[in-house]
């Protein structure tokens, strides 16, 4: 990942534990509500998702645009970043109403997958910036949407990783609840879609995340449901912000 600068309005925070991690962040002080949902969303750039990677960025356009919507945008920050062998933080955690989609540049897809390391700085980040938040008596919960194509082949971070940090900070209460939702999508003519996502299962089951949704051929159609499934996920967690436990996990 680039080495992140400070503004007056953010800070960068280095996440603990393994590799040279970091993320930006709104400063707490800049903040006008006393709680929140942390949304990260962790897009696929690799040099297969080519065909469609317009249709993937209109699909997160879609997904902001429908959570500043929401009777909690004011609510809701949200963390997007990009990867191929290389980790790209398009933005940090920010309020909806400070984003504006149109500024968000068409992707450039290229390189290998580096998934575990992608999937390790959005759900750590989330953890850190809410131990954070919470530390400083905000009420916090959490979102993370992990969208790939591929399996991993270039990271240096491990399932066993996401899974240890995970458990860690729900253990020492430093997040009310988080989701994390890993998402397959295909090229429709892709002879590797089987493999693809059975190697995605097993990540999911290894890392322990909370669901894995295949959401079959990167279609405009497919991505334009993708988009309605993860803003009502991310609606639902929203809504249960305060009641001690995460929202059910949504049916694609």
Do not use: W
């Not at 989330?126 to 399996?151: E, H, R, S, W």
């Not at 900070?169 to 998402?183: D, W």
Request: hydrophobic share 40%; glycine share 6%; aromatic share 8%.
């Amino acid at each position: 990942m680039p080495r992140l600068m400070p503004t007056s309005d953010t800070q960068v925070i280095n996440i603990p534990g393994p590799g040279n991690f970091q993320f930006s962040a709104i400063r707490p002080e800049n903040l006008g509500a006393t709680e929140y949902t942390l949304v990260t969303m962790v897009i696929d750039v690799t040099g297969s998702v080519r065909k469609f990677a317009n249709e993937l960025l209109d699909c997160v356009k879609s997904i902001v645009d429908a959570c500043k919507k929401s009777p909690r945008a004011e609510n809701l920050m949200l963390r997007f970043i990009t990867f191929n062998e290389d980790l790209y933080e398009i933005h940090g955690f920010k309020p909806l109403a400070d984003i504006d989609v149109n500024d968000y540049k068409p992707f450039k897809p290229d390189g290998m997958t580096a998934l575990y390391d992608a999937s390790f700085s959005g759900i750590a980040s989330t953890l850190t910036y809410a131990k954070n938040l919470i530390d400083q008596d905000f009420d916090v919960n959490g979102c993370v949407y992990i969208v790939t194509d591929g399996m991993d082949n270039v990271s240096t971070i491990n399932p066993a990783h996401i899974l240890n940090t995970t458990n860690d900070a729900t253990i020492k209460e430093e997040i009310e609840s988080l989701i994390t939702v890993l998402i397959g999508i295909n090229d429709p003519k892709s002879g590797y879609s089987r493999d693809v996502t059975k190697a995605l299962k097993k990540f999911k089951d290894e890392a322990e995340l909370t669901q894995f949704v295949d959401a079959g051929d990167a279609t405009p159609q497919r991505l334009a449901k993708l988009a309605n499934f993860v803003s009502k996920s991310i609606s639902s967690q929203s809504q249960a912000l305060g009641s001690g436990s995460a929202s059910q996990p949504l049916t694609f």
